[in-house]
Each structure stands twice: as C-alpha cells, then as structure tokens.
C-alpha cells in the first residue's frame, strides 16, 4: 500500500510564499496523474491542482497564477508552490492521485493569518 507524507505547511502572512511536499512511497508514483487537495472544517476536500507524469498542469480557478504544481518522479515526490497567499488558502492540504485514490495521509495544515 502506498503511502504519502506532505511536509512543508505553517503559518504565514497574507501576500507571503510557502512550498509543501509530498512522498510517496512505492515505484508506481510515476504513472500516476498527482493532484493536490486542500480541507477546511466541515467543508468537503477541493482539488486545488493536478499534474500528468509528463508534466501537464491543471489549476482551480481560486490558485490559477498564484499556485504551481510540480512532481520529480525520481523522488517520488510532488510539491506545491504557493505564492500571494490569502486568507482563504487556510486549510489542511493533502496529496493523493487524481482518481481512484489512495489512502489519504495525514496533510500539512497551512494558515494563512496576519
């Protein structure tokens, strides 16, 4: 079973940049289409970004231009670069496939507060 670990989350202040990552292990990841989610409280999970193994990128329309997404397949690794961070970013943000995902791991909480 894979498993995924995000790192990288904090608090930071509005208008600020963070970079969060995720591993995951097992020698699969590379064939897989990676997306990045994000949950607040009582909310269900939003897909923030998605990334092809060769590369191509898909945003929602609330990160398009402030978001990147990126994956190095030889680490196994897919990271998220988050420039002018507003308050509504806050959220626990999770890694995972695109589709028929697997178990969900813990995330990497990001609060967005001035």
């Known amino acids: 079973q894979v498993q995924l670990v995000e790192s990288g989350g904090g608090l930071v202040q509005p208008g600020e940049s963070l970079r969060i990552s995720c591993v995951a292990s097992g020698s699969i990841f590379r064939l897989y289409v990676m997306a990045w989610y994000r949950q607040v409280p009582g909310k269900q999970r939003e897909l923030v970004a998605s990334i092809t193994s060769g590369g191509s990128t898909e945003y929602a329309d609330s990160v398009k231009g402030r978001f990147t997404i990126s994956r190095d397949n030889a680490k196994n690794t897919v990271y998220l670069q988050m420039n002018s961070l507003k308050p509504e970013d806050t959220a626990v943000y999770y890694c995972?496939?695109?589709?028929?995902?697997?178990?969900w791991g813990q995330g990497t909480q990001v609060t967005v507060s001035s």
């Open positions: 995972n496939k695109l589709r028929n995902q697997w178990f």
